[in-house]
């Protein structure tokens, strides 16, 4: 049986079994719906979304799903920390400061391995590396991994983010502002960035794979303690829409396209950089995102203080790990 056939059939296999304690309805305890968000950096939850296997897995129990967008890691964290949703997509970098800074979050799955986030000019800019952003507007999302990136990479060329002139903007109206020349560069995410580089010839002009960190789905820490079957039968909703995707992936892109109504090339761009093999939560995760909170505390992000091991253990949750990967 080929890899992928085994994670279809232990998806499959998972959903069955969890919809066995459902089959009576929901307890009194359980919530009325399960709010999660969406968002075009999480293909995997946006194919989740068009299918419909979660709510197909909730039918028996009465329960609804609600789908709420995201435009950013900080706009999920948000809502979390509002209690606006249950569920939502967030990089573990960002997911780490924000539980630092006080958001109960648990990190309980990983829907992708992703680079999706670079720095980004245009091609008459006349800017080639971090070091060239001194003085320079850049338009970035704080509180998200393009953020962190950007951070990171003004660090490695001995720059801090006063160093530039940061421009606060939502990602779609960072890479406006970068087409108006508003800015002079924008730290960039997917599938905007790959609109950007395909459709007007920009630059990614600093790349680095490894620090950009995991795409993480999280969930209200209370929640997954009141619902932990629940929070198991999101994981292997989820699990169902991973190897649909995997599967079937001119459906992942057809679902992006339809989200995003980016043309094709774009979609597939965004998807050349993003690996969803790997799903568990582990090692894997652990030292990417500690690597970056160590970043950001020497720069300052992050207290001096802080036990960044002992934040990265109390925000990742190996507890909900999909049948698949075991």
């Known amino acids: 049986m080929s890899a992928i056939r085994r994670v279809v059939l232990a ?7 969890l919809a066995g304690p459902f089959g009576q309805g929901a307890l009194a305890e359980d919530p009325k719906e399960i709010r999660l968000d969406w968002a075009t950096y999480n293909p995997v939850g946006l194919l989740l979304k068009d299918k419909g296997f979660l709510e ?48 109960p979050i648990k990190a309980v799955y990983a829907f992708s391995r992703p680079e999706w986030t670079a720095l980004v000019t245009r091609k008459d800019a006349g800017i080639t590396k971090p070091a060239d952003l001194k003085g320079k507007r850049v338009a970035v999302t704080r509180g998200t991994d393009p953020h962190i990136f950007l951070i990171r990479a003004l660090q490695g060329a001995g720059l801090t ?32 960035m790959a609109s950007a580089e395909i459709e007007n010839g920009d630059v990614l002009f600093y790349r680095d794979a490894a620090a950009n960190t995991w795409g993480l789905l999280d969930v209200r820490e209370d929640f997954a303690k009141a619902h932990p079957d629940l929070v198991r039968t999101v994981i292997a909703a989820y699990e169902r829409a991973r190897a649909y995707a995997l599967t079937d992936p001119r459906a992942l892109s057809a ?62 949750d190996p507890g909900f790990n999909p049948v698949a990967t075991r």
């Open 11 to 17: 998806a499959g296999i998972a959903l069955t079994a």
């Open 56 to 103: 197909e897995a909730l039918r028996p129990t009465g329960i609804r799903v609600r789908w709420v967008q995201s435009l950013g890691s900080n706009k999920a964290l948000e809502f979390l920390n509002a209690g606006a949703i249950d569920f939502g997509s967030a990089a573990g970098a960002a997911a780490l400061v924000a539980r630092i800074n006080g958001n």
């Open 161 to 192: 983010e006063k160093d530039a002139k940061l421009v606060r903007l939502q990602h779609p109206d960072g890479r406006t502002a970068l087409d108006r020349g508003d800015v002079d560069a924008w730290a960039g995410l997917d599938p905007m």
């Open 255 to 316: 679902a992006l396209v339809a989200a995003t109504k980016l043309p094709e090339p774009v979609i597939a761009r965004q998807l050349e950089r993003t690996d969803l093999s790997q799903p568990a939560i582990g090692p894997a995760q652990a030292d990417s995102i500690k690597a970056a909170g160590i970043a950001l505390q020497q720069a300052g992000v992050i207290p001096a203080g802080t036990d960044v091991a002992a934040a990265v253990d109390g925000l990742l």
